[in-house]
């Protein structure tokens, strides 16, 4: 029997952040992910601690989710949901209390890092996050360029016990950090791929799409994993580990093997 597609990480709620600005977007964003088979959705707008306290958000998330979830048109198209967050990096992550954060009924946290500059501290405020009792996951590790470089960089984290996730959009978009993707997919070092998905011109819904890359890439026994951990952690159930094989990242004469 087919995997049920999650999506646990996009930007659907509306009026919230960068994503869908109203509920007509998040509708039509709604209705392209069930069309592509997605049956469950975790909402994860951006939070930073820096501009915005967990209280505040929390409370403009329910607002908007009520708003959403509460029409007729939302209950026709028949997506389960859960509520979460994208919570960008900050040294702090290991002293805040993050529960109001965590996707909801479980211990997993979304983290988004800086692109370009590797952040001070990771090991440190992950390794606290992670002693605190949540499970990171590290949102589209294809976008750091620190990560692609040197992929021991996210061997380290993965190694702590955190997750991580490439976007559908890093399969589909053929570009030079494709072979370095299929590299982090093969060590075992990502477990999920999102659509975080915006509106239908800016990264839009592409799961069925990223899947079929995926399966095409890097085999059936991936995609399929990949799509059973996205379903497990929506569950709010534990990711085994050892199903994932970490392989630590070795470099011979310029060469990731
Ligand atoms: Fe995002």
């Known amino acids: 029997m087919a995997i049920k ?23 039509e964003l709604l209705r392209e992910h ?47 949901y859960k509520l979460g967050a994208e919570i960008y990096y900050t040294i702090n992550l290991g002293e805040l209390d993050l529960s109001n954060l965590c996707f909801s009924g479980s211990d997993y946290v979304l983290v988004e890092l800086p692109t370009q500059a590797r952040p ?30 040197n992929p021991n960089e996210l061997y380290d984290l993965i190694d702590l016990g955190c997750l991580a996730h490439i976007n559908a959009e890093a399969l ?20 999920f791929m999102c659509s975080d998905c915006h509106s239908r011109h800016r990264r839009p819904p592409n799961l069925k799409q990223g899947f079929e890359e995926m399966r095409s890439l890097l085999g059936d026994k991936y995609a399929d994993r990949f799509l059973s951990n996205a379903n497990d952690v929506f569950n709010a159930q534990t990711i085994n580990p050892e199903i994932n094989n970490l392989k630590k990242p070795k470099n011979m004469f310029g060469v990731w093997i």
């Open 34 to 80: 069930r069309n592509q088979g997605v049956e469950k959705v975790i909402f994860t707008p951006h939070f930073n601690s820096d501009k915005i306290s967990v209280e505040e958000f929390s409370a403009k998330r329910a607002q908007s989710a009520e708003l959403l979830t509460s029409m007729k048109e939302f209950k026709d198209i028949g997506i389960e």
């Open 5 to 27: 597609k999650a999506d646990i990480h996009c930007h659907i709620l509306p009026g919230i952040d960068d994503g869908a600005k109203n509920t007509e977007v998040s509708l």
């Open 172 to 191: 589909i978009q053929k570009t030079k950090a494709t072979s370095m993707i299929c590299y982090f997919v093969r060590h075992g070092l990502v477990h």
């Open 120 to 149: 001070h501290g990771m090991k440190r405020t992950f390794g606290n996050m992670i002693r605190n009792g949540y499970i990171p996951i590290i949102a589209h590790v294809e976008r750091y360029s620190y990560m692609l470089k």
